[in-house]
């Protein structure tokens, strides 16, 4: 696999600004434009589109920057989406490229970092997993591994989910045993951990295999992940023989096991993709205005599972430009394989795979699969996609429904866009944590999530009123100082408190304060009888009291959003209490870093000891110059 591309583009060397007039119509938004191509030069480039705040609205690439630009002046030829952008236009900001392929992927690059509104986006762009077997150790390491690619070794994937790696991983084991421990852990064994026992690594760490035979594990693994199921297959077929003719029956009972769990991989995974190699595949389907892409993963024959993605803004976009748009942002991250299948032509296709292989560094190709396996594969990803779609339109639909029933049930005028969730966490005052998530209509949006470390300067020990003023005052002072205007999404419909008439009282006197007047809050409570009909008592604004019906859906829909709260609250918490629990007293010792911090402890044994130490005690401890030994000194005592 090879190392993702450094960011090839410099915007500053070639970027220029144009502003036109703020007024907010249709025919400002030309004129600023018309201003623009009078500059312009018939080169490949990023375009973007401004308003007057200088928000991006559209990003997109051309072949020849002046041409293009010119079509967005004939407003009567333009989609009814195109011209609501243009008659907010009031900026253009230009980047010109050396060809179209590189304008392809600053396209791309600059759709996932400014998110523009009338993009087609994909909206689940999360890293995916991918296995690691580390080239760094005499003794390779298999682990699974998300984000940017650093560590020296070989990559295999993307793997659809962190569910189908682990799966794989677990099978890799039994069948490879190759370690998945850290290196101090590998460093500091002196017996076999219980992965030895249940025959689920070599133990190279305390010798039970050496180099070369852990080396030649290491091979299988990699003929394996590169698609030679059969070789290995046959490897160990013939070595178990060997084994039981030599009356060697343990070993020979170990290398059956091996291959009981080869069969078991490729019964899960090759399902249907034997003989296509390495494709990622790519099926679209649309009705009523939605479209759902279905994505499958081939490497080696092997199918590294499939997920599906629901692109958002792709109103009156016809549907080969959702699908070049997904795909050019979704190998923003992802290496592509050097075959990808789609259902359909792109008129585009060779320019997207030109740029594809620029950035990985080997030909990609785009093919419509027509016969033989890969049109068997592609008829199953347009099944999935279809099935993927009727969910995603039915659970729309429920969450419409509740949302109006939500409505109907608090006196909101109409259902709500974006619900905020809010609770507090602690144990009898320490590491105070405050936590905030969000729902709307597609569900939650854990990207909206915050945490706020709870600073104490109002909110006493134990106080749990306190903290949820401090948390109130920070996010809504926030809020009218970054959005005055309240004119975005990211102010609240409803607010609902974890919490009874206290919290809510806080959270109102907060609000008042601030002169928001028009946010609804409700606390949620449980109820008198909560231990034994599961319902809750909603307090709201007015000092009243209301119930739900212990079988009403959406009495469950708002214990799901009060439980959300709680997973993130307690979660962030617990992190928040292991780290402090690892914290040492030298961290607060300014320009004292992790190996000194080691020096010193390792020197005087705790940090209290290293506080209480004299000036001349510092200066005899190892790797501790006169100059640190008297930092730490005038740090604790001059205190």
Not at 204 to 224: H, M, N, Q, T, W
Not at 244 to 267: N, V
Not at 503 to 519: C, K, P, R, S, T
Not at 545 to 563: I, K, T
Request: charged share 25%; aromatic share 8%; with cysteine.
């Amino acid at each position: 696999m090879s190392e993702p591309p450094v960011d090839r583009f410099n915007e500053e060397k070639s970027t220029f600004t144009l502003r036109g007039a703020d007024a907010p119509d249709l025919k400002a938004g030309v004129a600023a434009i018309r201003n623009v191509l009078a500059t312009l030069p018939l080169r490949p480039g990023v375009y973007r589109m401004q308003d007057a705040r200088g928000d991006v609205l559209y990003v997109g690439k051309a072949r020849a920057l002046r041409n293009r630009v010119a079509n967005y002046t004939q407003v009567d030829r333009l989609p009814k989406r195109l011209q609501r952008m243009v008659a907010q236009t009031r900026s253009m900001t230009i980047v010109t490229t050396n060809n179209e392929a590189e304008a392809l992927l600053l396209e791309a690059q600059l759709i996932k970092r400014y998110r523009p509104a009338f993009n087609v986006l994909l909206r689940d762009d999360k890293s995916f997993p991918f296995i690691l077997l580390r080239a760094d150790h005499a003794f390779p390491r298999i682990q699974k591994h998300r984000g940017a690619r650093r560590s020296v070794g070989h990559y295999y994937g993307p793997f659809a989910s962190a569910g189908s790696v682990n799966n794989t991983l677990n099978a890799l084991q039994k069948l490879f045993l190759l370690r998945s421990c850290t290196d101090s852990f590998f460093k500091t064994r002196d017996r076999p951990c219980l992965l030895y026992q249940i025959k689920r690594c070599s133990a190279p760490c305390v010798g039970r295999i050496d180099e070369a035979g852990y080396a030649e594990l290491v091979a299988d693994a990699k003929s394996f992940l590169a698609g030679k199921s059969t070789q290995v297959q046959a490897k160990l077929g013939t070595q178990m023989q060997a084994a039981a003719e030599a009356m060697d029956f343990e070993l020979a009972a170990i290398l059956r096991d091996r291959l009981k769990a080869l069969t078991f991989i490729q019964g899960a995974q090759a399902i249907n993709a034997e003989g296509v190699g390495d494709a990622d595949i790519f099926a679209l389907a649309c009705r009523e205005g939605v479209m759902g892409i279905q994505a499958f993963f081939i490497r080696g024959g092997q199918n590294w599972g499939h997920r599906s993605f629901f692109p958002a803004h792709t109103t009156d976009v016809p549907e080969e430009e959702v699908l070049t748009s997904f795909l050019s942002q979704f190998y923003e991250d992802v290496p592509p394989a050097r075959s990808i299948l789609l259902d359909r032509e792109l008129s585009e296709g060779a320019l997207l795979a030109e740029a594809l292989g620029e950035r990985a560094g080997y030909k990609v190709q785009l093919s419509v699969p027509q016969r033989g396996d890969r049109r068997r594969l592609m008829d199953q990803a347009k099944r999935n996609a279809v099935e993927a779609l009727d969910r995603r339109l039915a659970e729309s639909t429920t969450q419409a429904k509740l949302l109006r029933e939500l409505a109907d049930f608090f006196d909101l005028s109409d259902p709500p866009q974006r619900i905020e969730v809010y609770d507090n966490s602690h144990i009898q005052g320490s590491n105070a944590l405050g936590a905030m998530v969000v729902a709307g209509p597609e569900g939650f949006q854990k990207g909206q999530y915050r945490k706020f470390n709870i600073k104490g300067n109002e909110a006493a020990t134990n106080d749990d009123f306190g903290m949820m003023r401090e948390v109130f005052r920070r996010r809504f002072a926030r809020q009218l100082e970054e959005n005055p205007d309240r004119d975005d999404a990211t102010w609240p419909d409803l607010v609902l408190i974890d919490g009874g008439r206290g919290q809510l009282g806080a959270a109102m006197a907060v609000l008042e304060d601030l002169g928001i007047e028009d946010v609804c809050l409700v606390g949620v409570a449980k109820g008198p009888h909560h231990g034994r009909e599961g319902r809750e008592v909603f307090h709201m604004m007015d000092g009243s009291e209301r119930m739900l019906p212990v079988n009403a859906p959406l009495l469950f829909y708002l214990q799901r959003l009060r439980d959300e709260v709680h997973r993130f609250v307690i979660g962030a918490h617990r992190d928040k209490r292991a780290k402090a629990m690892g914290a040492s007293p030298l961290d607060e010792v300014p320009g004292i870093g992790p190996a000194r911090k080691k020096a010193l402890l390792m020197h005087f044994g705790t940090g209290r000891a290293v506080r209480n130490a004299s000036l001349e005690d510092l200066r005899k401890a190892p790797g501790v110059s006169q100059a640190v030994a008297q930092q730490v000194y005038d740090f604790y005592h001059s205190r």
